[in-house]
């Protein structure tokens, strides 16, 4: 058997961390999530069982941290966006007016609460986060083969809660 590569967080792609005693249950947790969700809705969705990798993958830590990464650079990028609107302080939060400014902090919110969407590169299914709290870093370090990383490819976005369907 050869070592699977990490995976390649590109366009059509999210990383699910799930929970379950095998991979089946992985991916159930994950389809449902993914089927039942209306924050956003994709054509099409597609799991590989061949790609989901337990938390005793050598490249585990690396593809996870790799996602939660990539959230927190798009959560830096509207930050950055939200301050070249004028934002500088927490006080100028109660002088934003609706438009192109309330609207990045709305999506930047949904990203630090947990609520997924399109720009949503790793997601916790367990925590309902993009990120992963020190106590189920601790968890998954003492049973990793109960934790599983899998990639849900998806097609065009049908809606969302920012950009409802038609």
């Known amino acids: 058997m050869t070592t699977p590569t990490p995976y390649d967080n590109t366009n059509h792609h999210h990383l699910f961390l799930a929970t379950g005693k095998s ?27 061949a790609e989901i990798r337990s938390g005793v993958w050598e490249h585990f830590w690396t593809e996870t941290e790799t996602g939660i990464a ?9 930050l950055k966006e939200l301050q070249e609107t004028g934002l500088t302080g927490l006080e100028d939060l109660l002088t934003i007016q609706p438009g192109y400014s309330s609207k990045l902090l709305h999506i930047l919110t949904h990203m ?3 609520f997924i969407g399109t720009d949503s590169v790793f997601y916790n299914l367990v925590e309902d986060s993009h990120w992963i709290s020190e106590t189920l870093r601790t968890t998954i370090r003492k049973k990793p083969e109960s934790y599983w990383l899998v990639p849900v490819w998806h097609g065009p ?4 809660l920012l950009h409802p369907g038609k």
């Open 70 to 78: 990539a959230n927190r650079a798009f959560c830096s990028t509207l």
């Open 157 to 160: 976005v049908t809606s969302s």
């Open 112 to 114: 630090l609460d947990g």
């Open 23 to 49: 991979l089946a249950q992985a991916r159930q947790q994950t389809a449902h999530f993914i089927n039942t969700t209306q924050l956003v809705v994709y054509q099409s969705t597609t799991i590989k069982d």
